[in-house]
């Protein structure tokens, strides 16, 4: 499955949905998270264990060093 993402592109980034979080088992009280769309319909979202208990956050470093998160205000829908 990973080999498949190589390649693919970013064409939209959001809030989790409740309907994501439906097909997670995730409760709506869990904490605000971002989802990652790619061209072919796969969506990529942050757990914040292995075991998939709950959402979590995206972190990242850009080019020049800063540090960055993707996050939304807007992930109770």
Known sequence: ??????GRKIV???PLSNADRKVEGWEETHGATSVI??????????SQDDEGNGPGTLFG?????????????????
């Open 37 to 46: 769309e790619l061209d072919d319909g796969t969506l990529i979202y942050p």
């Open 61 to 77: 470093r850009g080019k020049s060093g800063d540090t960055f998160y993707v996050w939304s205000k807007d992930v109770i829908q």
């Open 12 to 14: 939209r980034i959001r």
């Open 1 to 6: 499955m990973l080999k498949d993402l190589i």
